[in-house]
């Protein structure tokens, strides 16, 4: 949490993990410590990447020492630690088509997504739900699709969001919506989903046939 004490947020990320850790709880502890007494918080964000630079979100630590490896001798190495992929996927990226565009997409691929929402058409319409998210200070925008609704940042947990806890929508990605719109399921047929969990294409097609179709969803877990 932003503002909080280093002290409390290394003994709540032990106390997290301590039923994983076991007999490496101290030695995880003294990592932390260590960290916090050889990084300093930038008072200014900065996304200049360095060897002794972290930067997350939009705040920045500078250690008193490199962290990463060297960008002119190891590149694949420095910019898989700098933006958390696996090297070996890097070293593909790089290959197939070059450094620039590899660290423009994983740069990308790091940015938070957006929220999709797909409005439950049996309770609720989309002017509806566009109303109750504006009241609240929610920038909501609409899709082509006049049940799918993009929220952009939520700032909040979507649980609590206007029309949750009555049904009004549901958490869906829109090409998951639209593969489900393509397959034009009808009342009065069986529709079986073989990969249902958590169960959000099962009530777009209870959703998209009023209720009438028999929905059979299983899942391996």
Same mark, same amino acid.
């Given at each position: ?5 280093? /002290?409390? +947020? !290394? ?16 030695? +995880?502890?003294? $990592?932390? *410590? ?14 200049? $990447? ?7 979100? %939009?705040?920045?630590?500078?250690? &008193? %020492? /490199? ?9 694949? =190495? ?9 090297? +070996?996927? $890097? ?9 620039? %565009? /590899? #660290? ?7 940015? #938070? ?5 797909? $409005?439950?058409? *049996? *309770?609720?319409?989309?002017?509806? @739900? ?8 929610? &920038?909501?925008?609409?899709?082509? =699709? ?12 979507? !649980?609590? @969001? ?10 869906? &990605?829109?090409? !998951?919506?639209?593969?489900? %719109? @393509? ?9 079986? &989903? ?7 294409? !099962? ?13 059979? /969803?299983?899942? #391996?877990?």
């Amino acid at each position: 949490t932003p503002g909080a004490p280093e /002290a409390a +947020a !290394s003994h709540a990320t032990i106390q997290s993990a301590r039923s994983l850790l076991h007999e490496r709880t101290g030695f +995880a502890n003294a $990592v932390l *410590r260590t960290v916090q007494r050889k990084c300093n918080l930038e008072t200014s964000f900065s996304s200049e $990447v360095a060897r002794k630079r972290l930067s997350i979100g %939009k705040r920045s630590w500078l250690f &008193d %020492k /490199a962290i990463f490896s060297d960008p002119e001798r190891f590149p694949v =190495d420095f910019w898989a630690e700098q933006l958390s992929f696996p090297s +070996a996927l $890097v070293a593909r990226w790089f290959e197939a088509c070059g450094p620039e %565009k /590899a #660290i423009t997409r994983m740069k990308a691929l790091n940015e #938070i997504p957006p929220l999709w929402l797909r $409005v439950n058409s *049996r *309770r609720a319409n989309r002017g509806e @739900l566009v109303e109750a998210f504006t009241s609240e200070g929610i &920038d909501v925008f609409e899709h082509p =699709d006049d049940l799918i609704l993009r929220i952009q940042k939520p700032g909040r947990d979507p !649980s609590t @969001l206007p029309g949750f806890a009555e049904g009004l929508w549901s958490v869906q &990605d829109p090409t !998951s919506f639209q593969c489900l %719109k @393509l397959s034009r399921p009808k009342p009065g047929q069986r529709v079986l &989903d073989l990969c249902a969990a958590p169960g959000g294409k !099962s009530f777009a097609v209870a959703e998209l046939t009023g209720g009438e179709a028999e929905v059979v /969803a299983c899942d #391996i877990s």
